[in-house]
Antibody, heavy 117, light 105 residues
């Protein structure tokens, strides 16, 4: 079955950096587009990034463009999100998701990032 | 940027009733690009509907999606207590609506 296992996350100070990882299994990862989506405490879902199957195409929401970088390693069946210049408002649960049929068909368990001094 | 507006914000219904959730786009979108998700507290979202009307694998036929252009609807017939959740629409694997909270009395 499809599994997306996320690691990383934690407490970081404003201005700091962090890298989130998402390891996939149960499907051909190198064929899959992947997304990152976050959810601030008590709030709704916010799409933040998207990477093509080869990694040649990436896109970001306005709220994170220039600060976050998505990448992938198809030899490790993993996608990454590098978070830089973190702000208090970046505090959220971050989810990776497999994109298929123009929808997020499978989701990781989520990882909490807290930005606080 | 396309904005998705969901209504109502909260819906309170009894078991066995039908729920109708709305998602309105600020401009016309392809039906192929509209999805619906269910999220229960403490859990990751789960895909219910893709392509506006196709059920994801394992989703009961009580859940159905419809619509086109700017107006889309998620209908849940014969509500069960387990349907209590927040429901989100999403377009083009990007923008989400703000969600509708469904409470089962």
């Amino acid at each position: 079955q499809v599994q997306l296992v996320q690691t990383g996350g934690g407490l970081v100070k404003p201005g700091g950096s962090l890298t989130l990882s998402c390891e996939a299994s149960g499907f051909t990862f190198s064929d899959a587009y992947m997304s990152w989506i976050r959810q601030a405490p008590g709030k709704g879902l916010e799409w933040i990034s998207y990477i093509s199957s080869s990694g040649s195409y990436t896109t970001y929401s306005d709220s994170v463009r220039g600060r976050f970088t998505v990448s992938r390693d198809n030899t490790k069946d993993s996608v990454y999100l590098q978070l830089k210049s973190l702000r208090v408002e970046d505090t959220a649960v971050y989810y990776c998701a497999r994109v298929h049929m123009v929808a997020a068909t499978d989701w990781g368990q989520g990882t909490l990032v807290i930005v606080s001094s | 940027e396309i904005v998705l507006t969901q209504s109502p914000g909260t819906l309170s219904l009894s078991p066995g009733e039908r729920a109708t959730l709305s998602c309105r786009a600020s401009e016309s979108i392809s039906s192929d690009y509209l999805a619906w998700y269910q999220q229960k507290p403490g859990q990751a979202p789960r895909l219910l509907i893709y392509g506006a009307s196709s059920r994801a694998p394992g989703i009961p036929d009580r859940f159905s999606g419809s619509g086109s252009g700017t107006d889309f609807t998620l209908t849940i017939s014969r509500l069960e207590s387990e349907d209590s959740a927040v429901y989100y629409c999403q377009q083009s694997s990007k923008t989400f609506g703000q969600g509708t909270k469904l409470e089962i009395k």
